[in-house]
Antibody, heavy 114, light 115 residues
Framework: QVQLVESGGGLVKPGGSLRLSCAASGFTFSDYYMSWIRQAPGKGLEWVSYISSSSSYTNYADSVKGRFTISRDNAKNSLYLQMNSLRAEDTAVYYC???????WGQGTLVTVSS | DVVMTQSPLSLPVTLGQPASISCRSS???????????LNWFQQRPGQSPRRLIY???NRDSGVPDRFSGSGSGTDFTLKISRVEAEDVGVYYC????????????FGGGTKVEIK
């Protein structure tokens, strides 16, 4: 069965960095575009970034452009999100999802606070 | 970006009664390929979002047939024919028609609760 498992969340100070990972299984990872979506505490869903199956194309929400970098390793069936220059407003649960959005991970919480 | 507006914000429903959620987009969601990329998601308390409906009216595998989606252009509706206790949660619409280059956008959510 399809599984997406995020990791790497935690508490970080403003201006700090964090790298999230998403381990995929149960499907041919290299065939699918992948995406990150986040949800601030008590708030709605916000799309963050996506990456094409071969990493040729990436796209970012304006709120994270220039600070976040999405990448993937098809050999390791893994998706990543490098987050730099973190701000308090980046505090959220970060979900990875297969594009089509038929499968989501359980999410990993990122808290940006001094 | 395309703005997705859901109503109502909160929807108290009696068990066994129908429920209806509206989602309106600021632009037509008809893609140049003829498809309309409008999805509905359910997020139960403490859980990840789950896709219920894709391309306006197609139910995902395992989704009870009491859920149905309809609409066209800029106006869309999710209906629950008879609300059950397990339907409590927040429901989101999402457009993918104009993504990329624009952002993929979600509605603000509708919280369904039992009266």
């Amino acid at each position: 069965q399809v599984q997406l498992v995020e990791s790497g969340g935690g508490l970080v100070k403003p201006g700090g960095s964090l790298r999230l990972s998403c381990a995929a299984s149960g499907f041919t990872f290299s065939d699918y575009y992948m995406s990150w979506i986040r949800q601030a505490p008590g708030k709605g869903l916000e799309w963050v970034s996506y990456i094409s199956s071969s990493s040729s194309y990436t796209n970012y929400a304006d709120s994270v452009k220039g600070r976040f970098t999405i990448s993937r390793d098809n050999a390791k069936n893994s998706l990543y999100l490098q987050m730099n220059s973190l701000r308090a407003e980046d505090t959220a649960v970060y979900y990875c999802a297969r594009v089509g959005f038929d499968y989501w991970g359980q999410g990993t919480l990122v808290t940006v606070s001094s | 970006d395309v703005v997705m507006t859901q109503s109502p914000l909160s929807l108290p429903v009696t068990l066994g009664q129908p429920a209806s959620i509206s989602c309106r987009s600021s632009q037509s969601l008809v893609h140049s390929d003829g498809n309309t990329y409008l999805n509905w998601f359910q997020q139960r308390p403490g859980q990840s979002p789950r896709r219920l409906i894709y391309k306006v009216s197609n139910r995902d595998s395992g989704v009870p047939d009491r859920f149905s989606g309809s609409g066209s252009g800029t106006d869309f509706t999710l209906k629950i024919s008879r609300v059950e206790a397990e339907d409590v949660g927040v429901y989101y619409c999402m457009q993918g028609t104009h993504w990329p280059p624009l952002s993929l956008t979600f509605g603000g959510g509708t919280k369904v609760e039992i009266k």
